[in-house]
């Protein structure tokens, strides 16, 4: 949502503040949907296997 629609709706709500409200919860809806979706991506598995990195050869 761009700046100049916030402030097209911060300017309309000084008689009416509803729209301004109804503004608020739509971009908190949207927040939250967001937030699920990023906690809903699984976590990728390692690749290596845990014993990898552990040693390190040092008379090479």
Known sequence: MSDSMVNAASSASANNPVPL???????DIQAQGALSLLQAIPQPAPVNP???????DTRA
């Open 21 to 27: 409200m109804m503004l608020r919860k739509s971009l």
């Open 50 to 56: 845990p014993n990898l990195g552990q040693n390190i």
